[in-house]
């Protein structure tokens, strides 16, 4: 790269097999974030590793591709982002958006790669100088690693920058080993000025977006078991509309059995309804007094520092944040406008103190993601590491 050219940034995500609103706006925040850095930016995403797509039209999961291409390039069209693009089909090895040798092309002249959580592989493409792996799924990535699972050797082994979103992970207040990999402290970024809007009504509820259950994604470590599971958690925090006397919503696969939940005050929704595209992502959150979340059990208990890309959208949109603590409040401001808790107590005087002041929680809550978040604060330390 000379001295006179803009640094050239390949963003690669997961947006064609599973376009659901909280995805995209992950991507999203990285390549705006990069580009309002003076960056030259495009989206890279494959089937390679893994290849189930889902289609809410078809309410369908499987290899067809042809929603989430459609999706892709109509967002992407909306951000000046139209022919900066590839999707690689691997089974049928075909390309979208940019062609084959385009994208050969585009890994070649590229300064930086950032594969957001590592379900894209570089493969047999020009690897750019700088490659960083982000990664959104602390605690699995770090004892994986440990438990010597060759997948996870072979992806690390091609980046030479590693970041995380658990801030704590290399330091004495996290007990996860780093497995000799340089971990560097990252943040899910958000663009501000994209959620900003109008003030929730009064009688909103507290609302979060997500998976129920995974336990499939629980892990050993040192004969230890952990969990990637949010719903054991959940329980700690069931009684919490009664207590509290606020409206409560999860847009979660929650089961049916879940009856004690739904008993105590709970409202469930389908999570496909509230993101089937990122504008109703955006508008549902825009239209909660706040959000609540409990953690996966692996990062309450290891402390990882994990802070959620979604509650960074709930800050930026002026909605005060209410969640489990990781460790997170080790690094990010509490108290106002973010509330780390770690038991119902917590959270009912949580919710209490929001209600007594809302209009300066909200503005604590927007300042939070302005000052903590803000894609281009969050993604400069990037660039530098890789030299640009």
């Known amino acids: 790269m000379t001295l006179q050219s803009r640094p050239r940034v390949i963003v690669a995500g997961y947006v064609v097999r599973f376009p659901l609103g909280g995805y995209v706006w992950q991507a999203l925040h990285y390549l705006l974030g990069f ?50 693009w590839v999707f690689w089909d691997s089974t049928r090895d075909v390309h979208h958006g940019l062609s084959a040798e385009q994208t050969q092309r585009l890994f070649a002249d590229a300064d930086l790669f950032v594969n957001l959580a590592g379900v894209n592989r570089l493969g047999a493409r020009p690897r750019p100088p700088a490659r960083a792996f982000v990664d959104l799924d602390p605690g699995v990535t770090q004892i994986n690693y440990a438990n010597r699972s060759p997948f996870i050797e072979e992806l690390l082994g091609e980046h030479n920058l590693f970041f995380t979103v658990g801030e ?3 330091t004495p207040r996290c007990p996860l080993p780093t497995g000799g990999v340089d971990w560097r402290p990252t943040r899910p970024p958000v663009v501000c000025e994209l959620w900003h809007g109008s003030d929730a009504p009064r009688s909103a509820p507290y609302t979060t ?17 952990y969990h990637w599971r949010k719903s054991l958690e959940w329980r700690r925090f069931v009684d919490l509309p009664r207590r509290s006397g606020e409206r409560f919503e999860i847009a979660m696969d929650v089961p049916p059995e879940e009856t004690d939940l739904r008993e105590a005050g709970w409202q469930i929704r389908s999570p496909l309804e509230v993101s089937r595209d990122h504008e109703a992502y955006r508008r549902y959150i825009r239209e909660s007094k706040g959000e609540f979340s409990a953690a996966k059990g692996m990062n309450v208990e290891l402390r990882s520092g994990w802070f959620s890309d979604r509650s960074v959208c709930y800050l ?17 401001p509490t108290g106002r406008g973010v509330f780390a808790v770690h038991g119902i107590d917590d959270a009912v005087a949580a919710a209490r103190a929001i209600g007594e002041d809302y209009r300066t929680q909200s503005a604590s809550a927007a300042e939070i993601a302005r000052e903590c978040f803000e894609a281009s604060h969050v993604l400069r330390p990037i660039l530098e590491a890789a030299g640009l």
């Open 316 to 332: 930026a949109a002026g909605r005060p944040v209410i969640l489990q603590d990781t460790g997170f409040s080790d690094s990010v």
């Open 209 to 225: 977006i997500g998976r129920w259950d995974a336990k499939a994604r629980d892990l050993e470590l040192g004969g230890v078991r």
């Open 168 to 170: 704590n992970i290399g």
């Open 35 to 84: 580009a309002k850095l003076g960056c030259e930016v495009a989206f890279y995403e494959d089937s390679a590793f893994y290849a189930d797509a889902y289609d809410p039209e078809a309410g369908a999961v499987g290899p067809h591709y042809e929603y989430g291409i459609a999706r892709l390039r109509e967002i992407l069209g909306r951000f000046g982002l139209a022919e900066r």
